[in-house]
């Protein structure tokens, strides 16, 4: 998918493989296409994309009954607040294997995080996924072990702090 962001056109929905064709999110259409010029892009359509999130939102309440939406200009984000629901799904492994395994039946590609904080847990979803791993999970007492490594705009600060901390040398969240 593509939409004009910061004044370009570029890719801000790509399907599973992407990554491993040289595609990632944020990148400019004209150079994806350069690595790709048999790339299939349509415009995103943010009602519908809207819809359909206020949908799943909804259908999410099977999980918890604490569900909102969270949206930058760079995603959507579904946030879920499982405490005291996880023994239902014989733990929250379950519970995310669940959720995810419904998701990918319906054909939507999710990345999920867990931690004992909405930062971290948003952290863990965004940037410690990778490979066919759809998920990221910091036991309790492991998160800070696990956001160290990450790199500093997991903090969510927003681009221009991000880029003004590792120009000072800040490369990870473990440097802070």
Do not use: F
Not at 23 to 37: K, M, N, V, W
Not at 106 to 115: C, V
Not at 153 to 166: D, M, P, Q, R, Y
């Amino acid at each position: 998918m593509t939409d004009t962001v910061k004044n370009a056109v570029r890719l801000t929905g790509l399907e599973p493989g992407a990554a491993a064709l040289g595609l990632s999110p944020g990148q400019t259409l004209t150079d994806a296409r350069a690595l790709r010029p048999d790339l299939d892009a349509q415009p995103a359509d943010r009602q519908a994309d809207a819809a359909l999130l206020r949908s799943v939102a909804a259908w999410c309440d099977r999980y918890s009954p604490l569900v909102a939406l969270e949206e930058d200009e760079e995603c959507v984000r579904l946030m879920l607040d499982i405490i005291g629901c996880a023994h239902l799904w014989k733990g929250e492994d379950g519970l995310l294997d669940d959720l995810l395994t419904r998701l990918r039946g319906q054909g939507l590609h999710a990345r999920a995080g867990l931690a004992d904080t909405q930062g971290a847990a948003r952290a863990l979803a965004l940037h410690a996924i990778g490979g066919s791993h759809p998920r990221a999970v910091a036991a309790a007492g492991e998160t800070r072990a696990v956001l160290d490594p990450l790199p500093v705009s997991a903090l969510g600060v927003g681009a221009e702090v991000a880029t003004a901390l590792t120009r000072v040398g800040l490369k990870t969240v473990g440097c802070i």
